[in-house]
Structure formats: structure tokens, C-alpha cells
């Protein structure tokens, strides 16, 4: 990936940062996108170490203005864009069963979770056309393809972004831009791993069942997410488009 340019938004911790890591390990310029200056500064730090001339722009992705803005500083600096994953969207509130919520967290669940998803790909268009070529990663959730209690809200908007992928990836198909998505399900080494296990309550127990029943013995790693995020923006995947690809150690195949 040398000489390709990745905007990785939510790429200062979890699995954004292990994008990042291992765009930069493949030799791409990275610039990564947060809401907190002291998260970038650590993820800066982290990047550097591997050789990265890393950047950090503090957006929000769910701001679409921020994110026009961040495509347009990018382009001023680099001359361009190439790669765009974006991973930078979490609803503040977790698991939840559909008859506790209230009707204001349904909505603000849906639209914390979307749009963030989707700004992103919508202001970074302009650049990648511009550009002739690129590619695009939504990372989104494994609870679109396999309905679990208490992730109604959480898994239609994943579902969302999956239509979303293949409806995009023949739109962009005219301007050769490719469009792929990476479902997650329970995933080690990130915040959210720390959030959920830290303490008592219905989210807990509910992966906490779930980990007894991975296959592989084991829930997946941010760094191995990473891997096919950085292989799915690669020149090895110029024929996969339209796709999702579930990274969940075999923990769910429904609606597969």
C-alpha cells in the first residue's frame, strides 16, 4: 500500500487503531479521526513507532461537515484519497432489551450508530472520484445477520449497512470504487471488551454466554479484524466488492 492515503475514522482506539496499525505496517500514508485530542495523541504515538507519519484530525463522524472538512485537509496535504474505512460510530448505550428502552434511546441508538457510518462515506465520494479508483470499508456488526435478544435497534442498523454496501458498491462501480463491510461480534482487546466485562448487568451476561460458545474456543481479536479490513483495502481484493464478511470465529451463521 505504498503511496495510498487511508482515512480511518474512530482510529484512535479499539478496532479503528488496528486498522490503522496495519495500514501503516502495509506502507499507506494514515490519518486517523477522533473525538478526544489525548486518544489521538496516544494513537499518534503508537503509529509512529511502526514508521508512520501519522496524522489526527479530532472529527466527529457523525458531524458531516467535520468529516467534508477532514476530507479536505486531507486531500490538501496528500494530494489525495484512496482509502476510506469507516469504523468511528458507538450508540452510548449498549445491549438493551427493545421493551426497557424508551422511545428517545431508540432514537438516538439508531442515529448514533447510522449515521456516523455513513457521513464518512458520503463527504470522502468527491475525493475518491477524483481520484479514479478507492476503496471503502464500513465496519459494522455481526447482529445483522443473526438476531440476539436485546440487539433489535443495534442489528437494524447494522442491516442498514449491509444493504447499504451492496446498493453502494454498484453505484461507485462506475467510478471503479469498491465497497465492502466487516461484521464484528464480541471482540477482544478494545474498550468496548473492557466496558462490557467490568461490570454486572445484562450486557455482561449476555456475551459472557456467548463466549462460552465460540468454536475456535476463543472470540476474535482486534488485530485479526484488522487483518481483513487491510486485506479487503488491498490490490489483492480488486475483485471483491459488495461483500460483508463476518470476523466471529464461527460464533453465529444465521441468515448466511
Known amino acids: 500500500m505504498k503511496g495510498k492515503v487511508a482515512l480511518i475514522t474512530g482510529g484512535t482506539r479499539g478496532i479503528g487503531h488496528a486498522v490503522a496499525q496495519a495500514l501503516a505496517r502495509a506502507g499507506a500514508q494514515v490519518i486517523v479521526t477522533g473525538r478526544d485530542p489525548a486518544h489521538g495523541e496516544q494513537a499518534l504515538s503508537a503509529l509512529r513507532d511502526l514508521g508512520s507519519q501519522a496524522v489526527f484530525e479530532a472529527a466527529e463522524a457523525g458531524d458531516h461537515a467535520a468529516m467534508v472538512g477532514v476530507v ?7 494530494g489525495g484519497l484512496d482509502i476510506l474505512v469507516s469504523a468511528g460510530a458507538a450508540g452510548a448505550l449498549g445491549p ?99 466496558r462490557i466485562f467490568s461490570k454486572p448487568g445484562f450486557e455482561n451476561r449476555l456475551f459472557s454466554k456467548a463466549l462460552e460458545r465460540f468454536p475456535q474456543g476463543r472470540a476474535p481479536n482486534a488485530a485479526e479484524v484488522a487483518g481483513v479490513v487491510a486485506f479487503l483495502a488491498s490490490d489483492a481484493a480488486s475483485q471483491v466488492t459488495g461483500q460483508t464478511v463476518s470476523v466471529n470465529g464461527g460464533l453465529s451463521f444465521g441468515g448466511w
Do not use: C
Open 72 to 78: 479536505e485537509r486531507t486531500v490538501a496535504r496528500f
Open 96 to 194: 438493551t432489551p427493545f421493551a426497557e428502552m424508551t422511545a428517545a434511546q431508540i432514537e438516538s441508538s439508531f442515529n448514533a450508530r447510522l449515521y456516523p457510518r455513513i457521513f464518512p462515506v458520503h463527504a470522502a465520494l468527491p475525493a475518491l472520484r477524483a481520484r479514479g479508483s478507492g476503496t471503502v470499508i464500513m465496519v459494522t456488526t455481526d447482529a445483522a445477520r443473526h438476531p440476539t435478544p436485546g440487539e433489535a435497534i443495534i442489528g437494524a442498523t447494522g442491516a442498514a449497512i449491509l444493504l447499504m454496501t451492496k446498493a453502494l458498491a454498484r453505484e461507485f462501480s462506475r467510478w471503479n470504487i469498491r465497497v465492502n463491510a466487516v461484521a464484528l461480534t464480541l471482540t477482544s482487546d478494545t474498550p468496548a471488551w473492557d
